[in-house]
């Protein structure tokens, strides 16, 4: 199976910049461990576990630790019961200084996985409605479609990929109304269109009134001590960049369904359950802008090919993923109370990270099998 998984990632192109289905029952989240650690709102406090308490492999660690310092790894973390047993980091910066705890670097399309938490606490807030029209928010005329089809697609559209416009664009990051074209009814096709993701910061903005930062601000990041922000590239408009630990943050407020130390950041279960499962027919490893593990079948992005594989066959069969380009990698995993950051430059020369990000978690589960 394997062989096959690697042979279809080689054929499939780019991972972009970078309403629960009746399989709603699977990768929902169980109650998080009532001893979870969370670390201080300020300050450099963060308990840890050592491996060797886990009986983990140190060889196999090592070995682990040289894979990934040799593929361009800036930032390394584990997470256990939400202490910390893996923090590591080397190489340089964007700036080209030796990478540390304080350094700064972008989440690529893992920042998709924190959009579609932001959209579940505006939801909660009364802010927006995913199933309302996205024109209500951004006024009618935000594509160039009939408005009878326009009127079809909703915030959840968005959130799914299953908006129906035209992704046969020269362009995936442009959003402007002269790229956005009828394929297909929404809800009819899946595809990884990175411009029908990069409007919804504009709904976002829209409904609360706030800029991004703003909200994220004000919604999570003040209340989890993450420290981040949101700006354009050359490559992409709205990328996240934080440090490592600000992602681990993020993760631990996952694997805690939304809630920070007793502290409810978002409390509507039914959203989060439904972000976290399959969210359409079509892509069952896809959830609200987050990726899912242990399915039967999934698409990659650039592909209208539906494949007989889980996304990360090496990895916990309950772990959700926010995943961007040149290996992002945010892994929540209830089952083991666990969260994993990497952070880092594409390890291979391919502009797909999903291979890599297999290869990590083989390496991680020898650790872990001592």
């Known amino acids: ?88 980091y080397w190489n340089n910066d964007l700036l080209g200084q030796p990478f540390d705890v304080s350094s700064t670097w972008y989440w690529a399309s893992a920042g998709k996985s924190l959009t579609g938490t932001l959209v579940g606490i505006a939801q909660e807030e009364g802010f927006l409605n995913i199933d309302d029209k996205s024109s209500d928010y951004l006024g009618n005329g935000w594509t160039s479609m009939l408005q009878v089809k326009e009127d079809l697609i909703t915030i ?39 411009a029908t993701y990069l409007i919804v910061h504009d709904i976002i903005e829209n409904a609360t009134g706030m800029t991004n930062n703003q909200y994220t601000n004000t919604a999570i990041a003040n209340k989890i001590g993450m420290t981040g922000f949101w700006t354009n590239t050359a490559q992409s408009s709205n990328v996240y960049f934080s440090d490592a630990r600000s992602a681990a943050r993020f993760g631990l407020l996952t694997l805690a369904e939304g809630n920070w130390d007793g502290t409810t950041i978002l409390g509507d279960s039914a959203y989060f359950n439904a972000m976290t499962n399959t969210s359409q027919n079509i892509n069952e490893a896809y959830g609200y802008l987050w990726w899912l593990n242990g399915k039967s079948t999934l698409r990659f992005p650039g592909s209208t090919a539906t494949i007989p594989s889980s996304l990360t066959p090496s990895g916990p069969s309950d772990m959700i993923s926010a995943l961007g380009k040149n290996g992002q990698f945010i892994d929540v995993v209830p089952s083991m109370n666990m969260v994993v950051i990497r952070m880092g430059n594409e390890p291979s020369g391919s502009l797909v990270p999903v291979t890599f990000h297999d290869e990590m978690w083989e390496k991680l589960t020898e650790v872990m099998e001592n």
């Open 156 to 194: 959840k559209n968005h959130l799914t990929f299953t908006t129906g416009i035209d992704y046969n664009v020269t362009n995936q990051e442009c959003y402007d109304p002269s790229c956005f074209n009828y394929l297909t009814d929404a809800g009819n096709e899946w595809y990884y269109h990175n």
């Open 1 to 88: 199976m394997k062989t096959t998984f690697y042979l279809l990632y080689s054929i499939i192109c780019l991972f972009a910049s970078c309403s629960s289905s009746d399989d709603s029952s699977d990768n929902i989240i169980d109650d998080p461990v009532d001893s979870t650690y969370f670390p201080p709102l300020t300050g450099d406090t963060w308990e840890t576990t050592s491996p060797t308490d886990l009986q983990w492999d140190n060889q196999k660690l090592t070995e682990l630790n040289t894979f990934l310092e040799q593929n361009e790894t800036r930032a390394f973390i584990v997470l256990v019961d939400g202490k910390i047993v893996v923090e590591k």
